[in-house]
């Protein structure tokens, strides 16, 4: 029930998104640097112009913000390692936690707002990769392989070996693999094979890499692709014989407690059951044979 005042609202909401994405992304800088090394992260929003300013720098990382600089003082967190000049700040050494969005606001004395911000991602390289694989799983069915690694900055990438042989993106280009019908998904390490077959049956293991150091190797594990679940089979039957022995031993509990001829001979044995329970074992001899 939208009027055309709603829909040139839309319009303008829409057109003044895209242009304001469009003029961030031009402004933002990414910068990399090895981890523990200084770095000077530049105020693009103070250097294209001149005058007297107020200038702020603010850290961003996920959801959370942090002031740098502020009321003309680097903030106590920071005091230590950073040192504040007009084009910019520079950081004596860096950490892996100092990667995130750096923001460089600048409020000139003509009362212009100006803003300018900084990728930084401090560079580690990964490390040893984690690889889930199912050690057993029933031809025919999805086996999902997993690799993770979170040190790496940038973030690793993952690729997959079988047999020690790379695992191409696409199966079918190549002849060790093209009885395989897998997908792998490099940014997060998921090897999906599906359906599984016995030529998947194999010594699997992961490599995670940046562009940052050496790139690292999980461990290897064996997978085997099996004709028929024996496992879930044996499974199967165990708790069959479990439910069984339950509801035989219900049965007999029942049918030893006189349950079922409870209606027909009905007063004096309910006497005799009616002893109390908590006899000792001396007690309960005389009892039993005061029974028989
Ligand atoms: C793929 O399957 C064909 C037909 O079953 C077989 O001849 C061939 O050896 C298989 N290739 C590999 C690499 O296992």
């Given at each position: 029930?939208?009027?055309p ?36 992260i530049?105020?693009?929003a103070y ?19 942090a ?8 903030t106590?967190?920071?005091?230590d ?5 007009p ?14 969005k ?49 040190d ?8 997959w ?7 191409p ?18 940014k ?6 599906e ?7 194999g ?19 064996h ?18 014989l479990?439910?069984l022995?339950?509801?035989?031993f ?15 001979d009905?007063?004096n ?24």
């Amino acid at each position: 029930m939208a009027g055309p005042g709603a829909w040139g609202r839309i319009h303008l909401l829409l057109l003044s998104v895209s242009s304001w994405s469009l003029i961030s992304a031009q402004d933002t800088k990414t910068i990399q640097v090895p981890e523990n090394d200084p770095i000077e992260i530049p105020c693009a929003a103070y250097a294209s112009q001149s005058g007297t300013a107020r200038v702020e720098w603010k850290f961003e990382k996920g959801s959370s913000i942090a002031l740098i600089y502020y009321d003309a003082k680097v903030t106590d967190p920071y005091k230590d390692r950073v040192t504040y000049t007009p084009t910019g700040i520079r950081f004596s050494s860096v950490t892996r936690k100092d990667t995130g969005k750096y923001i460089c606001e600048v409020l000139w004395g003509t009362g212009q707002l100006r803003k300018s911000e900084v990728d930084l991602i401090v560079q580690v390289p990964p490390s040893k990769p984690v690889a889930k694989v199912p050690t057993s799983v029933t031809i025919g069915n999805k086996a999902v392989l997993t690799c993770t690694e979170t040190d790496g900055s940038p973030p690793s990438t993952f690729q997959w070996y079988r047999d020690n042989i790379l695992m191409p993106s696409n199966p079918k280009t190549s002849e060790k693999f093209r009885n395989s019908s897998y997908t792998i998904d490099t940014k997060t390490g998921v090897l999906t094979i599906e359906p599984v077959t016995s030529f998947d049956t194999g010594d699997y293991f992961c490599e995670a890499q940046n562009n940052v150091g050496t790139a690292q190797k999980s461990e290897v594990i064996h997978l085997e692709a099996t004709e028929v679940n024996v496992g879930g089979i044996v499974a199967a039957v165990v708790v069959l014989l479990i439910v069984l022995a339950l509801v035989a031993f219900g049965i007999w509990f029942a049918y030893s407690r006189g349950f079922f001829s409870k209606r027909r001979d009905s007063t004096n044995k309910q006497v005799i059951y009616s002893q109390p329970s908590n006899r000792s074992d001396g007690e309960f001899k005389q009892t039993s044979s005061f029974l028989v």
